[in-house]
């Protein structure tokens, strides 16, 4: 379970996330929206533990471990992973070392998870270098199915994804979140719903990515302030239809 | 029997003349007599000390001689091994050549000027040995041969001249590592080196330096690539040095003639290193490229490319990347030089520190800080070589792995 408490971050002097509170609960993937530059990323990022993002004051505890002030690698060995948005350029590292890095002890097929993204005729390349906005997304996918996090946040995983990659991208998500419900011979949808422990957040614009993954929540950042909603698809009509700020107000008032 | 005398003479109207470039070293503090060791046949190479096989696997020579096509093993001034196991590929210490065979004088210090400084003079003055490697026309290596020149003795000056010779249409491959044994701290080493890459043929040659803390190393190499040549030219040192200074030098004289020179430093502290590469583009077709990586722990580290296009139709490119880890001084200097409409020159120079995202990016696929920040080096080090035989990519690739723990 993931828990954020009363957080505040500051980032180059300036407060760009205020009292924000959250929890999610295991087996939940919520959605975080809110307009370009309201900190979304920055909240990610400070969940990771990049140090540049200072907390100023609240928490965060990640399976009953207060993890406000560990460094990253403390916070990935406790399960956390993340898709980048804009991932940098490693010159000299293949993919697929990359991958293998990711995947550390375990036995993976690098072969076999690139498959599933389409990502085998790029293993031998620098990663990140000279990938396109869409590739990158399939190559951050690929770390993390190596890397198999508990609890993973993505970074608009979908933009600037192409008509036909969506929905692989969309379906890897939802299967590194267990929300891909093949109910088998054994086991029921409710069973497997139970028995789901992975957790996800997931920043998101046009909210295609509800399509593909069962979102429990929705979120909206907005000024540095979050505010919840239980319903994903609501926030996104209410979005749609008013905008951020009337939105933000009416899930206030709805408190 | 070929008449050194005029060169000897000429050799003595320099021997004080100062190098243009790199710290002036006092010659008088070396010692030059021949130092005997005795020769080794393969058992011989095979039951080196430990100690002394690990050097010398360090610098890419492996006695036993597993996928090489021939071992040179100069030990101070003795050569101690010497043999081809490929037909139409020669090793031929170099003393033997000029007394035996007449086509030496075609090529030797045909490229390097011997009054050129008080290095190229010394060892002339006083040649110990060194290496003829020759592929004769049409001949293709399968294994890479290699050369070591190793010194043993504290306090000596070791004056070799190598010169490497591959005819039309051949293919040579060559591995040459230079080593100090465990216990010599001090000495200087003064290498001549003339390449000939005639029509067609095509010449990697790989040097990985492997010196101690005391040692100055004065290597001075030309090479002419005739038409439709390649040469590969691959320097690696991840060792302390007191201080070394080269800037190999290569002639491109027929059309389409390639030259390629990659080298990868790691500078430790107290250690001074000077090294370039130089390329003249004489003819329509030419390509060259010079890329150094250099990381500094501490090192004083002076990075030179200079690519002289003297024709139209030709493409050149420099690339000099440093990276300062634990203070120390990375200095590059490009100079390109293009005197005729239609050269294309360019070059690419930075000098800067591990960009922390890249650590942190890292750190959060689970690597620790001092993970990541090996892995990143690694990456920084590892230039892709095209043409560059698999077995001594591997070699390259090992020499910095073996030095990692010195690096970091
Ligand atoms: N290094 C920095 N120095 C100062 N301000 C910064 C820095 N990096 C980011 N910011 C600012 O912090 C704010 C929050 O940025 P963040 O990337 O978290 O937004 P976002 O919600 O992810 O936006 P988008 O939807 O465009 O991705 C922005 O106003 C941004 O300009
Ligand atoms: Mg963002």
């Known amino acids: ?255 | 029997m070929y008449d050194r005398q005029p060169l000897i003479n000429k050799a003595a109207t320099a021997l004080d003349k100062k190098a243009p470039i790199g710290p002036d070293i006092d010659l008088g503090q070396f010692e030059q007599t021949p130092v005997p060791h005795e020769h080794l046949d393969d058992a011989g190479l095979l039951k080196l000390p430990e100690e002394e096989k690990q050097q010398l696997l360090m610098a890419g020579v492996d006695v036993s001689e597993r996928e090489r096509g021939g071992t040179f093993f100069q030990k101070d001034t003795e050569v101690v091994h010497c043999k081809s196991k490929q037909e139409g590929i020669e090793v031929i210490p170099i003393r033997e050549a000029l007394e035996k065979h007449d086509w030496i004088k075609d090529y030797y210090w045909k490229l390097a000027s011997v009054d050129a400084d008080k290095y190229t003079a010394a060892s002339e003055m006083n040649l110990h040995n060194g290496y003829v490697i020759r592929a004769l026309p049409g001949a293709k290596s399968i294994y890479p041969i290699q050369a070591c020149l190793y010194l043993d003795k504290q306090g000596l000056q070791q004056n070799v001249h190598n010169i490497i010779i591959a005819e039309e249409d051949s293919e040579l491959h060559i591995i040459t590592g230079c080593s100090t044994s465990p216990h010599a701290t001090k000495g200087i080493h003064v290498g001549i080196s003339e390449f000939y890459i005639k029509k067609n043929a095509k010449l990697s040659f790989t040097m990985i330096h492997n010196w101690a803390e005391d040692m100055v190393v004065r290597p001075r190499s030309v090479a002419q690539v005739e038409e439709g040549g390649l040469f590969l030219n691959n320097y690696v040192c991840m060792k302390p040095v007191r201080s070394l200074q080269m800037y190999p030098t290569t002639h491109l004289v027929g059309e389409n003639a390639v030259a390629r020179m990659y080298s990868i430093i790691v500078g430790s502290p107290d250690s001074e290193y000077d090294v370039g590469g130089r390329v003249y583009l004489k003819k329509k077709g030419n390509r060259a490229e010079v890329v150094a990586r250099t990381i500094t722990n501490g090192g004083r580290i002076i990075s030179r490319g200079h690519l002289i296009g003297e024709v139209a139709d030709i493409k050149a490119h420099l690339e000099c990347k440093g990276l300062i880890l634990k203070g120390g001084l990375v200095y590059a200097v490009p100079e390109l030089e293009g005197h005729v409409d239609g050269v294309e020159m360019s070059h690419e120079a930075a000098v800067g520190k591990i960009a922390q995202e890249e650590i942190n990016y890292l750190m959060s696929r689970g690597l620790s800080e001092d993970e990541a920040t090996s892995t990143i080096v690694r990456g920084f080090l590892s230039v892709d070589i095209p043409g560059l035989p698999p077995q001594l990519k591997a070699e390259i690739d090992k020499a910095i792995e073996l030095s990692e723990k010195d690096v970091m």
Do not use: W
């Open chain 1, 1 to 255: 379970m993931l828990l954020i408490e009363d957080l505040q971050v500051e980032l180059a002097g300036k407060t760009i996330l205020k009292h924000i509170d959250l929890e999610i609960k295991p087996g939940e993937t919520h959605a975080l929206f809110g307009p370009n530059g309201s900190g979304k990323t920055s909240l990610l990022m400070t969940i990771m533990g990049y140090p540049q993002y200072k907390v100023t004051g609240g928490k965060i505890i990640f399976k009953g471990v207060d993890i406000t002030h560990s460094p990253i690698n403390e916070r990935a060995s406790l399960g956390i992973g993340m898709s980048y948005q804009r991932p940098p350029t490693i010159h000299g590292l293949k993919t697929r070392q990359m991958v293998e890095i990711c995947a550390a002890k375990r036995e993976v097929s690098v072969e076999g998870l690139a498959r599933r993204v389409n990502f085998q005729d790029f293993l031998e390349r620098d990663v990140n270098a000279g990938f396109s906005g869409g590739e990158i997304k399939r190559s951050e996918l690929l770390q993390l199915m190596a890397q198999n996090p508990d609890f993973m946040l993505f970074d608009e995983p979908e933009s600037g994804v192409d008509m036909e990659n969506i929905a692989l991208v969309g379906n890897t998500i939802a299967k590194l979140l267990q929300k891909d419900c093949e109910s088998t011979d054994q086991k029921s949808r409710l069973q497997m719903k139970r028995e789901r422990t992975k957790m996800g957040l997931i920043i998101t614009h046009t909210g295609y990515i509800l399509d593909y993954v069962a979102v429990d929540k929705g979120q909206v950042l907005y000024n540095g302030v979050l505010s919840c909603s239980t319903n994903p698809r609501e926030i996104l009509r209410c979005i749609g239809e008013v905008g951020y700020e009337e939105c933000v107000r009416c899930t206030i008032d709805n408190l």
